[in-house]
């Protein structure tokens, strides 16, 4: 009897991605007080920051984002009180409004809240690093994905600004040649398996380590063909030929480690930035931008102008002097070296009293602007 032939799988059609990956690649490490008390007063004001952050990376395709947590960030204290003098110099009079204030306060606690949900009353009580981080990667989850993916995260509770605000219009798929049709993000689906009867009792099936099922935010998850992934993870899937792909093949470029978009990191210390970096061979070329500095020394003494090579990968790294100081000193790692400039190659001039936010777009722009 003659063999079969094997009959070979013709894929189908897929739309061809019109964006290319940046040249060179970019990080940007960013200090937790771009949204201190000084910065942002609430909640609100917060989100907007986060925005503005992630709308300036998807549009010049950042790889990474780092948060880096700066120590001793001192809150600045108001004093309410006005001092007036006399016209006949007679006795001060003081006016202090903080019973007033209190009441108010009071007040506005006592007050429901129209969209039920809890306020940065006291930013010092939140870890402003994870917090910033935990927004910028809500702006690059798809909404059918934000439930299961931040299902743990202890500030889920905290995007109700953020669901309110457009989508961001340079997103990977979006501005693509209609990328969007051939290809979705989705959540690996764990599936248990089939119940086995016993004499004495039913045993449950277990779940399985791998699965062929996607969640893409349709009524049904879509079953891979011929393809076995890990439980609970992000994925690109292409819906045509129902296969995981990779970001880079889909939208043309991808965040670091593969990522939708960029990659969110958060370090604890000014090494790990360098050290944790997400590219498998580090950065090729650091720079220093000083922004929200209203004195305008930089400790960065070298203006150096961004390499332009695809193969180059960038580090922009944003802080004023003070806050690079405390880093430095607070990081036992870097006690070799003698002054905090060493970790660049030079710096992008940027508008010294820019705040951070800010400054984020301009030297992107002078970075990969053409």
Do not use: W
Request: net charge positive; proline share 5%.
């Amino acid at each position: 009897m003659a063999a079969k032939k094997k009959t070979e799988v013709v894929e189908k059609a897929v739309k061809k991605p019109s964006r290319k990956p940046s040249s060179p690649q970019v990080s940007l490490a960013i200090p937790s007080t771009i949204i201190s008390r000084t910065n942002a007063a609430n909640l609100e004001h917060v989100t907007h920051i986060a925005y503005q952050v992630a709308k300036a990376a998807a549009t010049f395709n950042v790889s990474e984002i780092v948060i880096i947590d700066v120590p001793n960030e001192k809150e600045e204290s108001y004093d309410s009180s006005v001092v007036l003098k006399g016209d006949k110099g007679g006795t001060k009079l003081k006016f202090d409004d903080d019973e007033e204030t209190k009441k108010m306060d009071s007040k506005v606690a006592s007050n429901e809240n129209v969209n039920n949900e809890p306020q940065l009353k006291d930013m010092r009580t939140f870890d402003n690093g994870v917090l910033f981080a935990t927004l910028l990667q809500f702006f690059v989850t798809p909404p059918y994905l934000v439930q299961t993916v931040f299902a743990k995260n202890q500030y889920k509770n905290k995007f109700g600004v953020a669901k309110k605000l457009p989508k961001i219009s340079m997103l990977p798929f979006m501005s693509n040649n209609e990328v969007y049709r051939s290809f979705k993000e989705g959540l690996t689906i764990a599936k248990r398996t089939p119940q086995t009867l016993n004499k004495r009792k039913k045993v449950k099936g277990s779940k399985l380590s791998v699965t062929k099922y996607v969640n893409i935010g349709e009524k049904e998850p879509l079953e891979l063909v011929g393809q076995d992934v890990p439980v609970n993870v992000r994925v690109t899937v292409d819906i045509a030929n129902k296969k995981v792909v990779s970001p880079l093949e889909a939208y043309g470029f991808q965040g670091c480690k593969g990522t939708f978009g960029y990659q969110v990191r958060h370090a604890r210390l000014l090494s790990a930035v360098f050290t944790g970096s997400g590219f498998e061979d580090g950065y090729t070329c650091s720079l220093h931008v000083l922004c929200q500095d209203y004195f305008g020394n930089s400790v960065v003494s070298t203006e150096l102008k961004p390499p332009s090579n695809s193969k180059d990968r960038v580090l922009l790294v944003f802080s004023n002097d003070r806050e690079l100081e405390a880093l430095k000193k607070a990081d036992s790692q870097l006690s070799s070296i003698d002054s905090v400039s060493q970790l660049f190659d030079g710096r992008i001039n940027v508008p010294t009293a820019a705040r951070v936010e800010d400054a984020v777009f301009i030297a992107l722009t002078r970075c990969l602007g053409n």
